[in-house]
C-alpha cells in the first residue's frame, strides 16, 4: 500500500520545484533554457536502466546508431534522446547504470516494463520491473541529495553531477502508462476489467505528475497485441479496435486528471502531449511518411506479425535448425522494432511532431515549455 507520508512529502518537494522554475522571472523574458532532463517512465525512454540491472539487452538491439546495444529497446535512439539533443543537452545517463555515467545535465529513472501502479508479477518471476513510479520518485529524491553532497566533497565525481540550481530549472518529462494496460490484458482480465481499473492508476500518476507528459499510444496497432489477440475486432488499419479503446479512455481520464492538477497548482507549467495521435498515424496513414508494414516487426520471428516464436536478439530452435532473431533488412522504413516497441526512425518522426506544440495542450513547443500558459 502507498505511503501517506511518502505521497505528502514527494507532492511538497515536487510543488517546492515547480515554484522554484515557474516563478523565475527570466523565463517571461527570453526562450526557455533547461540545464537538465529529468525523466520517468517505461521502456518507451528507458536508456539503459533494465539492462544494466536486470535484463542485459543483445544485437541487433542499438544496431542502427550506436552499433551496439545501449540499454535502449529500439534499433536506435529513443524519443527523449533526440528530446536532450534538441534542447543542446548530452543522451541521459540511466540511474542505474553505474559504469561510465554522467549526470551533469540530468538523470533517467526510467526502466522498461516500468508501471504506474505496483505491478503484480515482478521479473524474475513475472514480466515487469520492480521499479514502478513511486520507487523512481524514492531514486530520484535520493539522487538529489546525494548529487550534493558528491559535489560539495569534490573530487573526480563532482564534475559528473547536476549543479544544485539545475532541479529548479530543469525539465521533468513523464512516458508511462502502457504496461499497466498490458499487465491487465496479459493476466486474463477482460477489456471491461481493465478498463474499470483506469482510473485507479490515473489516480495513482496524478499524484506524480508533473511538467511534460506524454499520453499512452495505441496499444492495439502493437505486434504483440494483434499476435496474441487475434479475434479482437480490427479497424480498418488492423489495429486492435478494443485495445486502442482502452488505450483512449486512459488517455481521457489522464487529460481530466492533468486538468484538475493545473487548478491544484496553479503556478505550474504543465505540458500534455498527445502522443496517441502521432503514434496512430504511423498506422494509418504510413505511405505518406514513408513507412511500411507498420504491423510487421522488424526484429522478431513468427506468424504474420512476425512476433512469438522468439524474442529480438534470442537464438531459437525451428526443425531443429538453430536461427538467430534478427533485424529486417531495412529498419529505416519499419515503424515497429520488436514487436512492443519503436524504431529510431519512427522515434524520431514522432518527436519532430510534437516538439512543435501542435499536439500538445497548451500548444506549447518543448523549447517554450517552461511558460505557463
Not at 240 to 256: G, S
Not at 311 to 329: P, R
Amino acid at each position: 500500500m502507498e505511503s501517506p507520508k511518502f505521497t505528502t512529502s514527494l507532492r511538497c518537494l515536487c510543488m517546492l520545484l515547480l515554484c522554484a522554475a515557474t516563478l523565475n522571472p527570466a523565463f517571461a523574458l527570453k526562450n526557455c533554457t533547461f540545464p537538465a532532463i529529468f525523466n520517468f517512465g517505461d521502456s518507451n525512454s528507458d536508456t539503459g536502466g533494465l539492462s544494466a540491472s536486470l535484463i542485459t539487452l543483445k544485437p541487433p538491439n542499438g544496431e542502427t546508431y550506436f552499433h551496439k546495444p545501449a540499454g535502449r529497446f529500439s534499433d536506435g535512439r529513443l524519443i527523449i534522446d533526440f528530446m536532450a539533443k534538441s534542447l543542446g543537452l548530452s543522451y541521459l545517463s540511466a540511474y542505474l547504470d553505474s559504469l561510465g555515467t554522467n549526470f551533469t545535465h540530468g538523470a533517467n529513472f526510467a526502466t522498461a516494463a516500468s508501471t504506474i501502479k505496483l505491478p503484480i508479477n515482478i521479473i524474475p518471476r513475472g514480466g515487469f520491473s520492480p521499479f514502478y513510479l513511486d520507487i523512481q520518485y524514492s531514486q530520484f529524491g535520493q539522487f538529489k541529495n546525494r548529487s550534493q553532497i558528491i559535489r560539495q566533497k569534490g573530487g573526480v565525481f563532482a564534475n559528473l553531477m547536476p549543479k544544485g540550481d539545475y532541479f529548479s530549472k530543469a525539465l521533468y518529462t513523464f512516458d508511462i502508462g502502457q504496461n499497466d494496460l498490458g499487465e491487465g490484458f496479459f493476466s486474463n482480465m477482460t477489456i471491461e476489467e481493465v478498463n474499470a481499473s483506469v482510473p485507479d492508476i490515473v489516480n495513482k500518476f496524478s499524484t506524480n505528475v508533473k511538467f511534460w507528459i506524454h499520453n499512452t499510444g495505441p496499444i492495439g496497432c502493437l505486434s504483440y497485441i494483434l499476435a496474441n489477440f487475434q479475434s479482437a475486432q480490427r479497424d480498418s488499419y488492423g489495429c486492435a479496435k478494443p485495445y486502442n479503446d482502452v488505450a483512449q479512455y486512459f488517455n481521457h481520464k489522464l487529460k481530466k486528471a492533468i486538468v484538475q492538477l493545473r487548478k491544484d497548482l496553479p503556478l505550474a507549467a504543465i505540458t500534455h502531449v498527445d502522443v496517441y495521435s502521432v503514434k496512430y498515424s504511423l498506422f494509418s496513414k504510413p505511405k505518406e511518411y514513408g513507412f511500411e508494414l507498420p504491423l510487421v516487426a522488424c526484429c522478431g520471428y513468427g506468424g504474420m506479425y512476425n512476433y512469438g516464436s522468439g524474442g529480438c536478439g534470442e537464438t531459437i530452435t525451428i526443425n531443429g535448425s538453430q536461427i538467430f532473431v534478427g533485424s529486417c533488412e531495412h529498419p529505416s522504413i519499419r515503424v515497429n522494432w520488436d514487436g512492443v516497441h519503436y524504431t529510431e526512425v519512427a522515434n524520431k518522426f514522432i518527436f519532430d511532431q510534437i516538439s512543435t506544440g501542435l499536439f500538445s495542450n497548451p500548444p506549447t513547443p518543448l523549447k517554450m515549455a517552461c511558460h505557463n500558459i
